[in-house]
Each structure stands twice: as structure tokens, then as C-alpha cells.
């Protein structure tokens, strides 16, 4: 029966993991007061399992910069090869289109530069850098040494976004462990409050409001930093 698998079963495993941290931290906070043995339970298993879903600030800090170093990187390039052609091109002085050093970097123009994307950043990085040592004795020496460094650095950050998509999909084939053992103390803790209050639902939802657990807009108010009530004195006792 319905009523049975809400009772026995585990009423948490269909939440996001958003709703669920949102419904642990306010749980946590809730009966801190009342049962801080309760609190100190739960607090550890809150923490493994943010940790575990990417939910704390460093860990999406940390995904974020090394998606941004690529993609930045990829933007910076656009805007500096236009510089860095010009350039070359007064380097190649005239007849310029057809001169071996501006065609060793530039073989089919400037437009597959400006049309660069990750998959293409690799080889024109290449092929810059190759140039640039090729002449390097025609090209100022800033110049020279920016063309050789760009590959480096591109294949340095691409590495580093592509590891950390890697290991974002690798936890999520293992992930699991983290909140399997968060929910069974969060239900615990519940079955062990409901005890003292048997039947008093409003009593129950003083600790353990269960519609954090679905979305809901952001215009709503998070109750998550509303202060615990006392607890009654059934429950002190």
C-alpha cells in the first residue's frame, strides 16, 4: 500500500540533491537546540554528502575555474591574434600575402583564427608556435615568445577542464555511499522524533519540514535559518 511505503520505505530518495541538503541543513539546525545529540549525528553525513554531490562552495569554485581557464583563454586568443597578425604581417613587409613567414602562420588567412573553437585550438596553437620559432629572428621577441607559449598553456588548461568533467563522471558512477548514509541517519532521526510524538504531526514538522524537499521558487522564503522552537517539555523529559 501506499501508505505503507511512506511509512517503512524511504521517502527521501526521490529528491534532488539540492532539496535534500536544503531539507538536511534545516533539520540539522531545527534540532540542534532541542537535540544536539541528534545535530551531531546528522552534521558529518550533511557534510559528506555535499561533498560528494559538488554542493559545497570550493568544490564548485574549483569546477568553475577550470571550465573559465579554457574558455577564457579561448576568448583572450580571439582578440590577440588579430593583434599578433597585424604584427606579422609588418614583419612580412611587402607582399606580405605571399611572404613564406606570414603564410607559415596564416596559410588560408585570419578567419580560421577568429572561428577557432576547442577542437581547432590545438593545432593552430601548433602551428603558431612552430612559426614562431621558425622565425623567430624576423619577429619582436615579445611576440616570438607569446606564439610558443600559447600552446602550453592551452593544452594545460584544456587538460585541466576536460580531467575535472573526467572525475565529475566518475563520481557519479560511484556516488551513492555519501547519501545513502545521510538519508538513513536523516530517517532515523525522524522515526526517533516521531516516537516521542506519536501521531502529533505538528509537534514532528517543528524539526522536519518536508516540503523543502520539493523546488519551489526563489521568491519563497527559506525557512532554513528560522529559529527551532522550544521543544516540549515531553521531550525534555
Known amino acids: ?107 588560408y588567412g585570419l578567419t580560421e583564427y577568429t572561428l577557432v573553437n576547442k577542437t581547432s585550438m590545438s593545432d593552430l596553437a601548433e602551428r603558431l608556435r612552430l612559426g614562431a620559432v621558425k622565425h623567430a629572428v624576423k619577429l619582436p621577441v615579445e611576440l616570438a615568445e607569446r606564439l610558443q607559449a600559447i600552446k602550453s598553456n592551452w593544452d594545460t588548461a584544456f587538460t585541466q577542464q576536460e580531467s575535472g568533467k573526467e572525475h565529475v563522471q566518475e563520481k557519479k558512477i560511484v556516488t551513492g555511499a555519501a547519501r545513502t548514509a545521510f538519508e538513513k541517519a536523516l530517517l532515523t532521526a525522524m522515526h526517533e522524533v516521531a516516537a516521542l510524538y506519536p501521531g502529533d504531526v505538528k509537534a514532528c514538522t517543528r524539526y522536519f519540514e518536508l516540503r523543502l524537499l520539493k523546488a519551489y521558487s526563489r521568491s519563497e522564503a527559506d525557512p532554513i535559518a528560522a529559529p527551532a522552537p522550544a521543544a516540549p517539555a515531553a521531550a525534555q523529559a
Not at 573559465?68 to 593583434?83: N, T, V
Open 1 to 107: 500500500m501506499r501508505n505503507e511505503k511512506c511509512f517503512f520505505g524511504n521517502l527521501l530518495t526521490s529528491a534532488g540533491a539540492p532539496q535534500l541538503q536544503k531539507y538536511g541543513r534545516s533539520a540539522v539546525a531545527r534540532l540542534e537546540p532541542d537535540f544536539p545529540e541528534k545535530a551531531a549525528l546528522l552534521r558529518p553525513k550533511l557534510v559528506a554528502f555535499e561533498e560528494e554531490e559538488g554542493l559545497t562552495g570550493s568544490a564548485e569554485v574549483s569546477k568553475q575555474g577550470h571550465v573559465a581557464s579554457a574558455d577564457d583563454q579561448l576568448k583572450a586568443f580571439k582578440k590577440y591574434i588579430k593583434i599578433a597578425e597585424g604584427a606579422i604581417r609588418y614583419a612580412a613587409g611587402e607582399g606580405w600575402k605571399k611572404a613564406e613567414l606570414y603564410c607559415d602562420f596564416f596559410p
